[in-house]
Each structure stands twice: as C-alpha cells, then as structure tokens.
C-alpha cells in the first residue's frame, strides 16, 4: 500500500512512459538499472512490457487500470492481472485520458475503489488549462476535481490515495509554475482533502519535469514528490533526477 516519505524526507519519482517506447529501447532502458535497488522510484511502462521488469529490481506502476476484474471488455486491463506483475500503483485520470478517452468522473471513482481492493495505490491525477490558470481559477478547478471524484471514494481508500498536480498547460511544453505557485496549491489541495474527507494524502508535481530543473523543483518543501512524463524514456536523465531527491 501507501508509502510515506522516510525520515530523511526524500521525495519519490513516478516515472510515466506513456507510449513512448519499443521493447528493444525498454530491453536497454532496464539495464541502466541492473543491481540497482531504488526505492524511491517507480516505473510505469505500457503494459505490455510489465514482463520484461520483472527480473529488475525497479517497484513498478501502471498508465491505467480498469474498474473490472475480469469480462467482456476489449481493450481494457484489470487490476487483477497486473497484480501478478508486482504492480504497486495505478496512474488513475491523467489529463491525456480525460480528454483522448473522455473518462467520466464516475469511472475514475471505480478505478479508485478497484485500486484500493487489490492493494494498488492510485495516483490520482488533477490540473488546470492555461485559460484556467490565466484567469486564477486554478483552486476553483482543482476543488471540483477533487470533489467530484472523490466524493463518492470509499473512506479507506482514500487513506491511501495519492494526488498528482499536473497544471495541463505545463506538460510537455518546458514550461512550469514557479516554485512558490506549487508550494501554495500543493498546501491548498491538502488543506481541503484534509478538512472535507478527514485524510493527509500525498501531493506529486507533475509537468515538464526534467534533470535541467529537478534541483529547484526539489526545494519545495511540501511536495512528496514527482510524476515524470517525457525525460522518463531517459535511463541516465532518470538516473540524474533521483540522485537529486535522494542527495
């Protein structure tokens, strides 16, 4: 289930490789890693190369989980099977699904609840445009979000739930708010997860995140950590980015 940051404080990289890669750059992504036990970072690869992880010693996350165990429903992955892959956490709602795939805030609320029944920490995924941010209604948008998802959580999952802010006009475009931007909606979104569920969850930044501004990105004090999109192909940029948060 759910780890909290060690005492030295250090913080966590959740590495999300979308669909970037091919097995053959994933084959050599892996041996960058050999002998290596990283404890604070996780690996989320496309699914179908969960397999080739398993004789490493990297803790591993999923793209996107289904609500179902098993059926009739093309496509679509269970919690269940990737448990036999030693699959600990489950990226549930990033922006890209949301908007590609159209996912209902009720599905996401499934995802959560399957999650939590298989002993899969979902990280749930939050953030606003840049028309939202532009027009200061970043804590309106992020408030909604988390409310109507979350919501109708069942209590003990959300004890064991992690949030990744992801602002959509900061992934993949170099930009990033500043350090005290962060700060400031990290201590909002926590404040009201605490006050309207009773819960202390943990806050990951996540948008262009990368080895040229972990060091500064790092300094924040109230974050737990990281969601990597893009630098996450790069063995050595990953390699240069952990050896920050756990300096």
Same mark, same amino acid.
Not at 68 to 77: K, L, Q
Not at 83 to 109: C, P, T, W
Not at 185 to 214: C, D, M, P, R
């Given at each position: 289930?759910?780890?909290?940051?060690?005492?030295?404080?250090?913080?966590?990289? !959740?590495?999300?490789?979308?669909?970037?890669?091919?097995?053959?750059?994933?084959?050599?992504? $892996?041996?960058?890693?050999?002998?290596?036990?990283?404890?604070?970072?996780?690996?989320?690869?496309?699914? $179908?190369? &969960?397999?080739?992880?398993?004789?490493?010693?990297?803790?591993?996350?999923?793209?996107?989980?289904?609500?179902?165990?098993?059926?009739?429903?093309?496509?679509?992955?269970?919690? &269940? #099977?990737?448990?036999?892959?030693?699959?600990?956490?489950? +990226?549930?709602?990033?922006?890209?699904?949301?908007?590609?795939? #159209?996912?209902?805030?009720?599905?996401?609320?499934?995802? +959560?609840?399957?999650?939590?029944?298989?002993?899969?920490?979902?990280?749930?995924? +939050?953030?606003?445009?840049?028309?939202?941010?532009?027009?200061?209604?970043?804590?309106?948008?992020?408030?909604?979000?988390? !409310?109507?998802?979350?919501?109708? *959580?069942?209590?003990?999952?959300?004890?064991?739930?992690?949030?990744?802010?992801?602002?959509?006009?900061?992934?993949?475009?170099?930009?990033?708010?500043?350090?005290?931007?962060?700060?400031?909606?990290?201590?909002?979104?926590?404040?009201?997860?605490?006050?309207?569920?009773?819960?202390?969850?943990?806050? &990951?930044?996540?948008?262009?995140?990368?080895?040229?501004?972990? *060091?500064?990105?790092?300094?924040?004090?109230?974050?737990?950590? !990281? &969601?990597?999109?893009?630098?996450?192909?790069?063995?050595?940029?990953?390699?240069?980015?952990?050896?920050?948060?756990?300096?």
């Amino acid at each position: 289930m759910l780890q909290r940051r060690d005492s030295m404080g250090n913080k966590k990289i !959740f590495a999300n490789q979308k669909m970037y890669m091919t097995k053959t750059e994933i084959e050599t992504f $892996i041996q960058a890693f050999q002998n290596k036990t990283m404890e604070h970072l996780t690996i989320c690869p496309t699914a $179908i190369y &969960l397999p080739l992880f398993q004789e490493s010693h990297l803790q591993l996350g999923i793209q996107n989980v289904f609500y179902e165990d098993t059926g009739a429903y093309t496509g679509e992955i269970s919690p &269940l #099977q990737v448990k036999e892959y030693h699959v600990s956490y489950a +990226i549930i709602g990033h922006s890209e699904r949301r908007m590609i795939f #159209q996912e209902s805030n009720k599905m996401l609320q499934k995802k +959560i609840d399957a999650c939590y029944k298989h002993q899969i920490t979902p990280i749930f995924c +939050i953030g606003e445009t840049k028309e939202q941010y532009e027009m200061h209604k970043t804590n309106q948008v992020l408030k909604r979000q988390i !409310f109507d998802v979350l919501k109708n *959580v069942k209590q003990e999952a959300l004890e064991h739930i992690i949030i990744a802010y992801e602002p959509l006009w900061a992934i993949g475009t170099g930009l990033v708010p500043s350090n005290e931007e962060i700060e400031r909606i990290t201590q909002y979104i926590k404040s009201i997860i605490n006050q309207a569920f009773h819960v202390s969850v943990q806050v &990951l930044y996540g948008g262009s995140v990368n080895e040229n501004n972990i *060091v500064e990105l790092n300094q924040i004090s109230n974050i737990d950590g !990281f &969601l990597v999109g893009g630098a996450s192909k790069n063995s050595s940029k990953i390699l240069k980015m952990y050896e920050v948060v756990v300096s």
